[in-house]
Nanobody, 123 residues
């Protein structure tokens, strides 16, 4: 079992940056593919980024490529999402999730989820 706790959300102006952090419990963190998802008000949850177990491979949804960076430190049981050049359309609750499936990009492929952290980008 893995428990995930996100932090780092907040209110930021358009063009600004935030760094989200996800702390994982358990000693098997490095065995999970990690992902970030987001859900805006009135919209379905969408995939944002994923990172492989070793951190060597990453994948992003098109709307955040070049602006967001996912990373992980297995020794610290942490995964991060650095968000730069934020836009109002990035406003959402951001969720960290863990999967046992290689290259998981769909929410259904993730087993464990955090409670989410709110990111609000003002124009």
């Amino acid at each position: 079992q893995v428990q995930l706790v996100e932090s780092g959300g907040g209110l930021v102006q358009a063009g600004g940056s935030l760094r989200l952090s996800c702390a994982a419990s358990g000693r098997t963190f490095s065995s999970y593919v990690m992902g970030w998802f987001r859900q805006a008000p009135g919209k379905v949850r969408e995939f944002v980024a994923t990172i492989s177990r070793s951190g060597a491979n990453t994948y992003y949804t098109d709307s955040v490529k070049g602006r967001f960076t996912i990373s992980r430190v297995n020794a610290k049981n942490r995964v991060y999402l650095q968000m730069n050049s934020l836009k109002p359309e990035d406003t959402a609750v951001y969720y960290c999730a863990a999967s046992e499936k290689v290259a998981a990009r769909r929410g259904a492929e993730y087993t464990y989820w955090g409670q989410g952290t709110q990111v609000t980008v003002s124009s």
